[in-house]
């Protein structure tokens, strides 16, 4: 069974960091491209970034290039993302995915797992 555990999530203020950690189970990580999305309130959820099961591709969307850094780390079977320079536009739910094989890596219906969000607000 495959589980997907987000941490990391809470408040920070305008400018401020946040680190958000995903700890995958019942998968070949090694063989998995994992992603992170963002849903706010009223609003479809969207493709923040990918690290490709290769370990050698990421890829960002246009609002998070230079502020955050997807990672992963494949002794412990985690993914992270660093945000830095916040904005109040970040706030939202931030949730993991994950998929193996090929397909559309920045649509959310690519991803067959996903975790359970947590939460991220960013107070000005």
Not at 6 to 29: D, K, P
Not at 77 to 96: F, G, P, R, V
Request: aromatic residues 10%; glycine residues 12%.
């Amino acid at each position: 069974q495959v589980q997907l555990v987000e941490s990391g999530g809470g408040v920070a203020q305008s400018g401020g960091s946040l680190r958000l950690s995903c700890a995958a189970s019942g998968i070949s990580f090694t063989a998995t491209t994992m992603a992170w999305f963002r849903q706010a309130p009223g609003k479809e959820r969207e493709f923040v970034a990918y690290s490709h099961s290769s370990g050698l591709i990421t890829n960002y969307s246009d609002s998070v290039k230079g502020r955050f850094t997807i990672s992963r780390d494949n002794d412990k079977n985690t993914i992270y993302l660093q945000m830095n320079n916040l904005k109040s536009e970040d706030s939202a739910a931030y949730y993991c995915a994950a998929r193996a094989g090929v397909g559309v890596l920045t649509s959310p219906g690519a991803y067959p797992y996903w975790g359970q969000g947590t939460q991220v607000t960013v107070s000005s």
